[in-house]
Nanobody
Framework: QVQLVESGGGLVQAGGSLRLSCAAS????????VGWFRQAPGKEREFVAS????????SYADSVKGRFTISRDNAKNTVYLQMNSLKPEDTAVYYC??????????WGQGTQVTVSS
C-alpha cells in the first residue's frame, strides 16, 4: 500500500507560480513512475506530467510544456510539480498517482489550484 498526500495548492493570480508536493508513505517511490493529473469542474481528469524512477525521463501534456516542471527527491520520497506562468485554465484539483505495472494504482486526495484572471 502507498499513501499519497498532495500539498501546495492555493489561490494565485494569472502569471504566478505554485509548487505542488506529493509525499508518499507506506512504500518507497524510488522504483515507480509517478504522475500528476488534474480535474477541472465538469471535465474529465487529464494527464499533466510524469517522471520515471530516476528522474531521467519526464513527460508533459502539451498544455503545460515549458511552464510546468516535474521533479523528484527519492531520499524524501516526494515528487514535485513546479508550475510557472499559471493561467486561469490551469484551475483544477491536482492529484498525484503512482504507477505500478501498466496502470496508476495509487492516488492522493488532491489539492486545489485556483488561478484568477
Amino acid at each position: 500500500q502507498v499513501q499519497l498526500v498532495e500539498s501546495g495548492g492555493g489561490l494565485v493570480q494569472a502569471g504566478g507560480s505554485l509548487r505542488l508536493s506529493c509525499a508518499a508513505s507506506g512504500r518507497t517511490l524510488s522504483t515507480y513512475r509517478v504522475g500528476w493529473f488534474r480535474q477541472a469542474p465538469g471535465k474529465e481528469r487529464e494527464f499533466v506530467a510524469s517522471i520515471n524512477w530516476s528522474g531521467g525521463s519526464t513527460s508533459y501534456a502539451d498544455s503545460v510544456k515549458g511552464r510546468f516542471t516535474i521533479s523528484r527527491d527519492n531520499a524524501k520520497n516526494t515528487v514535485y510539480l513546479q508550475m510557472n506562468s499559471l493561467k486561469p485554465e490551469d484551475t483544477a484539483v491536482y492529484y498525484c498517482a503512482v504507477r505500478v505495472g501498466a496502470d496508476y494504482n495509487y492516488w492522493g486526495q488532491g489539492t486545489q489550484v485556483t488561478v484568477s484572471s
